[in-house]
């Protein structure tokens, strides 16, 4: 485990620490995959590393290796349980978290996905947010603000964290043994998003998923309204995270469309064997129509509408090109 990027955030932990300013409940806010939790682990890492000398963390001392290893139990990493984070999992919290520090002399909670709580599950965390135990330091990770209750993010500082520059993501993949032309493409491919290009390391089919959403993005204009419901039924089938990280792939092929239909020459997202081709028959109008159509859909599915309902209505919603 190692961080990419975010230096910036990084280094306000650590001043905070320095200064005694250190505060007990954190917001990350940030795309999928951006490096939350690995900033958190990361600074966590800081405060209990073994190492005599700077900078820490080393990541080779014995605290180090099991922090990374999940072994150490001063430093916990909280998954939603299933879809959602629930108030079964705030109230453990609550009972643990009071206990004494095993090793060190404070208590870390990574609670990952937290713009998945159900509303009672925030609520229930109020009062922790409010009343800390003194040993307690707590991160909240989120892809999406707007989920969470305003008592929610008034009630910890927010770090936004945006996606990863591609040459510095590019150089970070080079180190990894990447070659650089590969580096680019994969940093490009990534959006700027650490966790998916070291995924896509270890898991080639990621980016052959992401070149058939992307394709089918196109694809999908010749379509009938029968096909597209065949699609968007086949495609309601799967995990809403699954649809959201398609949904977002389509927005970028949407925004480079949009800018082809505006005959414009630079500020693509995709990468140039990427990009949609120009299509005569589209109107700007209806690409930036539809580019609005699909964030309003995402953000009805992270409100956990019907699934298959609302595919179906984007599909129908998208422009209709005939071969």
């Not at 990361?42 to 000398?53: D, I, K």
């Not at 609520?123 to 999406?144: G, I, M, V, Y």
């Not at 996606?163 to 990894?176: D, G, I, K, S, W």
Request: aromatic letters at 4%; hydrophobic letters at 40%.
């Amino acid at each position: 485990m190692s961080l990419i990027g975010h230096a910036w955030a990084l280094r306000h932990l650590q001043r905070q620490r320095q200064l005694g300013q250190l505060r007990q409940s954190y917001l990350l806010l940030g795309p999928e995959q951006v490096g939350k939790t690995t900033l958190a682990l990361t600074f966590a890492m800081g405060l209990y590393c073994e190492s005599p000398t700077s900078p820490r963390p080393c990541g080779q001392c014995r605290v180090c290796r099991r922090i990374q290893r999940s072994a150490y139990p001063d430093v916990l990493v909280i998954e939603p349980g299933g879809s959602s984070f629930t108030i079964e999992q705030v109230r453990e919290l609550e009972a643990e978290l009071p206990l004494t520090p095993r090793e060190g002399s404070v208590k870390t909670r990574i609670l990952c996905g937290f713009d998945a709580a159900t509303r009672e599950a925030q609520n229930a965390l109020l009062k922790t947010l409010e009343e800390p135990p003194s040993h307690a330091l707590l991160f909240l990770t989120a892809a999406e603000r707007d989920l969470l209750a305003p008592t929610i993010i008034s009630r910890c500082q927010t770090l936004a964290m945006r996606p990863v520059p591609a040459a510095e993501l590019t150089q970070a993949l080079e180190e990894r043994g990447l070659p650089p032309a590969e580096a680019e493409a994969l940093a490009r491919q990534s959006s700027g998003r650490p966790g998916w290009a070291l995924r896509a390391l270890e898991d080639p089919g990621l980016r052959e998923r992401r070149a058939l959403a992307l394709r089918d993005a196109g694809e999908l204009l010749n379509c009938r309204p029968a096909a597209r419901l065949a699609y968007s039924e086949a495609l309601g089938a799967g995990d809403r995270g699954t649809v959201i990280e398609l949904l977002r792939l389509w927005q970028l092929w949407w925004h480079d469309e949009l800018l082809v239909c505006e005959g414009a020459k630079a500020g693509f997202v995709l990468a140039p064997d990427e990009r949609p081709p120009c299509v005569a028959s589209l109107a700007a109008g209806d690409a930036a129509r539809f580019l609005r159509h699909l964030a309003e859909i995402e953000a009805m599915i992270q409100r956990n509408v019907n699934l298959r309902l609302a595919l179906n209505v984007l599909v129908l919603r998208m422009p209709h090109l005939p071969k």
